[in-house]
């Protein structure tokens, strides 16, 4: 009976604990390499990788990324190319906005919430304030520039005294990526290299427990 009851119920038990730690090992261990492939990741990026966990009825753990972050990351992951109908966040936009060298940017290294829109907002006051101060306009004002001849178009910083025009982010029709990520491939090898220890010390611990 003892040997009925470890068979039935400690060992899908065991099974099912040491699939999780696993998946939560593979987990952490994405997470920990994701600094490496990107530069400056944020929280949220950080965070995309989860796993389901398995049960003593159903014995499979699935590691997975987030919906909403593997609504950009599937280009990190499988390469393809990225159009503005892409944009989660803005589904009616007519182009993608990608930053410049010189544009502002946050810790992420990734434009700040609201920048480009700040942008459009400086660069209507600053047509404005030209149109009323003709040639004594601002040393530095922001300009929206439409994209023509093959150049891309965007916000610019002009400098009236040097006559230069300095790129803050560009609007473009597409973005091509190629794949980087490695995550399935990352997932696949921490798990055929320690799934089996994880399995071992669960079942372990159960049959130490038992006797």
């Given at each position: 009976?003892?040997l009925q009851?470890?068979a ?9 604990q040491?699939?999780?730690e696993a998946?939560?090992?593979?987990r952490?261990?994405?997470?920990q390499?994701l600094p490496n ?5 944020n929280a ?6 989860s796993?389901?966990?398995?049960t003593k009825?159903?014995?499979?753990a699935?590691i997975f ?5 593997a609504k950009?990351?599937?280009f990190e992951?499988y390469?393809?190319t990225?159009?503005p109908?892409?944009?989660s966040?803005?589904?009616?936009a007519k182009?993608?906005?990608?930053a410049a060298?010189?544009a502002k940017k946050n ?9 480009v829109?700040s942008l459009a907002?400086?660069?209507?006051q600053?047509?404005?304030r030209?149109?009323?101060?003709g040639?004594?306009?601002k040393a530095q004002?922001?300009l929206?520039i439409?994209?023509k001849?093959g150049?891309?178009?965007g916000f ?5 005294q040097?006559?230069?025009l300095?790129?803050?982010v560009?609007?473009v029709?597409?973005?091509?990526y190629?794949?980087?990520?490695g995550?399935?491939?990352?997932v ?6 320690n799934?089996n220890?994880?399995?071992s010390?669960a ?9």
């Amino acid at each position: 009976m003892e040997l009925q009851r470890i068979a039935s119920k400690d060992i899908p038990y065991a099974l099912a604990q040491g699939l999780n730690e696993a998946a939560k090992a593979a987990r952490d261990h994405v997470k920990q390499e994701l600094p490496n492939i990107f530069q400056n990741t944020n929280a949220f990026t950080r965070n995309a990788v989860s796993f389901t966990p398995a049960t003593k009825s159903y014995q499979t753990a699935t590691i997975f990324i987030k919906d909403q972050q593997a609504k950009y990351l599937q280009f990190e992951e499988y390469g393809g190319t990225r159009t503005p109908a892409d944009n989660s966040v803005n589904p009616s936009a007519k182009a993608l906005v990608v930053a410049a060298p010189n544009a502002k940017k946050n810790a992420s290294g990734a434009l700040p919430k609201g920048y480009v829109k700040s942008l459009a907002q400086k660069a209507m006051q600053d047509l404005q304030r030209a149109k009323s101060a003709g040639r004594k306009g601002k040393a530095q004002s922001i300009l929206k520039i439409q994209g023509k001849n093959g150049k891309s178009g965007g916000f610019f910083l002009y400098n009236r005294q040097q006559r230069s025009l300095t790129r803050l982010v560009s609007f473009v029709n597409k973005t091509s990526y190629k794949p980087k990520m490695g995550f399935h491939q990352k997932v696949e090898q921490f798990l055929n290299k320690n799934t089996n220890h994880y399995l071992s010390q669960a079942i372990d611990r159960i049959l130490t427990k038992g006797k």
